[in-house]
């Protein structure tokens, strides 16, 4: 079996179950699931890098893919979830690689729109089949019970999340309202 844990987590849990103060079984399923999207990442990376891409550009280019017209970059930045500067250096990329091409718009020549060059096109369709093929393969041997229990799980986890945030908001939200007491009497 492959080792399931990053060193650093190891050393993390070691030191959890020297000190016996938390449930380490609950430390080490965290740092297992911290483990595996970290390597489904690097995969992924790796996967996208031999097509000179990475997970960024990949998404601008499955926006783009049924666009022929194009994308202002600023929907691209808003539909791809990144900040103008972000979108700028992505598409910088994606241009000097020959997947799209910037153009004055056809109603407004101020406004330019990005659509993707033939190339772009073919990598798009090649790219959509080939890593659609590799998530599923991910999940292979699940049966549809199996891929629900795990959705439940993961639901959990969210919902622990963000309970989480809400009590940490809290307790800052008392710790200030306790300083400006403070403030006020001094």
């Known amino acids: 079996m492959m080792q399931m844990l990053e060193q650093k987590h190891m050393a993390l849990l070691a030191e ?3 000190r016996e103060r938390a ?3 609950n430390i080490r399923a965290c740092f297992e699931l911290l483990a595996l999207t970290g390597a ?3 995969d992924c990376a790796v996967r996208l890098a031999r097509h000179r891409l990475s997970e960024g550009k990949f998404v601008l280019l499955f926006l783009l893919h049924d666009k022929p017209e194009g994308l202002s970059p600023h929907e691209l930045a808003e539909r791809a979830g990144v900040t103008r500067a972000t979108i ?3 598409l ?3 241009e000097r690689d020959g997947f799209i091409v910037r153009r004055g718009g056809l109603s407004d020549r101020r406004k330019i729109a990005v659509a ?3 190339v772009g096109q073919t990598a798009a369709g090649e790219l959509f089949r080939e890593h659609t093929e590799w998530v599923a393969s991910l999940f292979q041997g699940f049966t549809a019970a199996d891929r ?3 959705t439940g799980l993961l639901q959990r986890i969210w919902r622990n999340l963000e309970t989480g945030k809400q009590q940490a908001g809290q307790e800052r939200a008392g710790k200030q309202q306790i300083g400006q007491d403070e403030d006020a009497r001094a």
Do not use: F, N, S, V
Request: net charge negative; aromatic share 0%.
């Open 148 to 150: 629900q229990t795990l």
């Open 88 to 90: 700028t250096g992505l």
């Open 23 to 25: 449930p380490t079984d």
């Open 116 to 118: 993707l060059t033939e």
């Open 92 to 94: 910088d990329g994606l």
């Open 16 to 18: 959890a179950e020297r």
């Open 40 to 42: 489904i990442d690097r």
